[in-house]
Structure formats: C-alpha cells, structure tokens
C-alpha cells in the first residue's frame, strides 16, 4: 500500500463526512469498504487530519466487532457463538479452527487464505453450531468436520 494515496484516500473519504453528525463511525466505514479493513495507517491518518487521539479511533473500531484491523482473507470463515450454537459445540469447533490454520480470532492465515471470525447468532439456531465460509453455511458441525470445510476451500 502507497502512504501517499492513503493519505490522499483518508482526506478525501474525511472531506465527504466532516460536517456530519458520527462521522468518525462513518470514515471508518468508508475506509473499511475501499481496503477491506481499517489499516493502522489510515487510522493514523484519521487521528492526524480530525485532531482526534489515536486512542479515540481504536475504542470505535475495537467496540464494534464488524470493523477488521488486519487484511481480510480470501475466504471469511464465520463461527457462531450465539447461546445456542455455543451450547451445541461451538467452542471446540473454533479450538479445531486455531489448531488446524493457527490463527485466532481476528487473524488471517499467513497465507491470506482465511479469516476467522466470531459471530453472534446467524438467525439459524435450528441448525446449530453453524460455520459459514463467506455465504455458504455448514449446519450442525462437529469437530470432525471442520478439517473437510477447511480443505473444500483450500483446494478453490
Ligand atoms: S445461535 Fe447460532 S445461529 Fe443462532
């Protein structure tokens, strides 16, 4: 990534927001949509050109789980941690996930093949625990499957 169009990006997408009420949620967001996730250099620039503290941007982008701080993946791998998927099993799919692929929640494989996220309820709880690789969704998932979910999309 170029600093300079970075830079010419944040002032141009601060310039749209600047006289609008929350407009700090809605850079962020402007941000997010053109790289994918808010890289720390755009929040750099964000805290430069509003005046705000850096500290400022990160309670926003750390409060609300939709914004991504590292490159997002070729594939989003969903967990749902929602009660019910959460009571079926989900926790030992997310253990299966970290042990297999080695990233945590938040992270992206070394590869930038995978993203692995946690979710709350996908609105689907009869078929819980559910995982969704980007709009596909795997219902009542075990342990043992997660390593053939991974490896259909391995192979893509
Ligand atoms: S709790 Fe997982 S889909 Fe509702």
Redesign the pocket.
């Known amino acids: 990534m170029v600093i300079e169009t970075l830079s010419e990006d944040v002032r141009k997408v601060v310039e749209r927001w600047k006289d609008k009420e929350g407009n700090l949620i809605m850079i962020l967001h402007d941000i997010q949509d053109r790289y994918g996730y808010v890289p720390r250099e755009a929040s750099l620039e964000i805290s430069r050109q509003m005046d705000q503290p850096l500290a400022r941007i990160y309670e926003v982008l750390t409060f609300y789980n939709y914004f991504k701080l590292t490159p997002p993946g070729k594939f989003t791998i969903s967990v749902?941690m929602?009660?019910?998927?959460?009571l079926k099993g989900a926790p030992a799919l997310i253990d299966e996930i970290r042990h297999i692929l080695h990233v945590d929640e938040g992270e992206t494989t070394k590869d930038g093949l995978f993203h692995l996220q946690i979710v709350r309820?996908?609105?689907?709880?009869g078929?819980?625990?559910?995982i969704t690789v980007d709009h596909k969704v795997y219902s009542a998932v075990k342990r043992s499957d997660v390593a053939t979910i991974i490896g259909e999309h391995s192979k893509k």
């Open positions: 749902c929602g009660t019910a998927c959460y309820c996908l609105g689907c709880c078929l819980a625990p559910v």
